[in-house]
């Protein structure tokens, strides 16, 4: 049972910071909702190789699970650092914790109960979030998230319904399909359905909408637990579903068109954004594509979405990181000059960002190396084609804000640390510490994920039994 | 079939009847009143094919609950005859899409049921089994869904806080 720790962590330090926050002083309800995410993070990290432990039915206590949970606490963990809303949103910790503590509970999820509640919980937690500083983007940003989870919500529980009425079972091994028994159909429709709801949720075309808008509007604490954490949970639910054998060809051939359709459009509205932020919410669509499409690819090899994550996830937290400094909704010229004025913010971020474009010595490079074995061993030249014009569409547009970080600005005008348009009251010149922390670690992760692969590659290919 | 059957299909057929009229009245109200009539022939359907417990929580939470609060609200909002003449054109067009989408996704679900689903006498679930469910082997995601509700009630409140000026 010691792999429901995790759960209770979270769980009781939500509801701690929750009390605390009339009162108490903001930095006592971070560190509430902090200590338990390093708890649940410290837990799951040490038992990531142990053998599989038994709990309650309905969870999984696989290496899975204890990744999902680390790396959703470990990003729940970043992004409280820098979460710094307006003076009255003190519901932020708390929600971040809630947040957390349903995307721990869907990476361990192999029954459709916690599955659902997983997903809802993060996506409640996602929204109440979204709308903390309570301006004019980040409640339109909330609002469709509100209204576009709603419909996902919809359509996943009438695919779980679906499933339920076909075979009789919530748990996802029982949805393996026995030859010759009737009720086939409903089994195709609600795979369908459910593919529709989780597409709402992992932000593929065309159901991507909420991602662009959220990453620009809301806090950028909350856009990068949606875009990494809430991402990484809701690509291990998909690997745990793509072990059950869903009906073919619905499940690999709709989960394909889905993943290539994100991959280019993603890809092309990416190209000419001019918002760090903005770009990068198209870029997370067509990341989420790219993981699609490796899940529709039939897993050859095991450690790839866990990979892909472990690659995605601490470049995403970087950029944002970076873009939140500057200010709210950062433009691709504000970022002139950045490298030089604060050499380890334009280096994080140019790390961030070349690997999310995939190019060589970080490790997006070895995660679009297992992107492309997958697809040409699978050989749909569909999803090829769509992988190959979205990598290169990525190197143009990644290398864009790259290229100027590193541009010197005017004389006169070196000044100013961060030069922003109107300099909100929470950019201090110099780097927090816990930021540094942040920077510092998620680009020594990347760098030596892309140097040295090995080591991080057996432990994660140990996960998938 | 059995008698106990039979009343489920009639409570069915009712059920789709009420709602057929909820989506075609131009009065909001009227058609809210036909969701609670069809909501409760669900029950009684739910009654007679031994789900006593679901069918309690259909009258109590959907229609008692849900669909009250939905009235009242509506009835706060003006809705004059200005509002009926607009529903009036409204459902004059746009509705022959929206029916072929449903009886594409319905026609597979009828076709594939085996046997008309209803072979021997339904046999009664109580509600003590599902507590025993609940309390058991489900008692994780019991607990999770009230950090679930924490999550929305954060949110409301927070949102509810600007609105009153504080």
Redesign the interface.
Known sequence: MTG?VP?IAL?AG??LA?LLAPKAPAWLVRGVAGAAMALAAGVSALRLGLPVGDG????SDDGLARFGTLVASLTGLAALVWLRPAP??R?GP??MA??T??AA?LSGAT?A??FF??L??VT??L??MF??P?TRPALEAGYKLLIMGGAGAASLLMGLA?LYA?SGSLEFQGWTPVPGL?????MA?GTAFLLGGLAFKFALVPFHMWAPDGFEGAPAAAAAFAGAASKAAVAIALVRLADVGLPEPVWSGALMALGAASILLGNFLALRQSSLTRMLGYSSVAHSGYIAVIVASGLAAPEAVPFYILAYAPALLAALCVGARLGPDPRIEDLRGLGWRSPLSGAALTLGLISLAGLPAVAGFIAKIYLFVAILSAGDWVSVVAAVIGSALGFYYYLRFVVIVWRRLPPGTEDTPYPVREAPAASAPALPLAEVAVLVSASALLLAAGLYPAPFTEVLAALVP | MGLSGAFAIWAGALGLVAMALAITRPNVVHALIWVVAGLISLAAGFFALGAGFAGAVQILIYAGAIIAVFIFVVMTIDSGDAALARERVRLGKGWKLPLVLVLAVLAPVALSLPGGGLDGAPVAVPAQRLGALLFGPWAVAVEVASAMLIAALLGARHLARREGGQ
């Open positions: 429901l759960l769980g939500a509801v929750m309650p039915a309905i969870l009255p949103a519901e708390a929600l809630l947040a503590l349903g509970l029954h109960a916690p509640i997983g809802e919980l409640l937690s929204i109440a709308v903390l309570l679906f076909a009737r009720g086939d159909p409903l429709i």
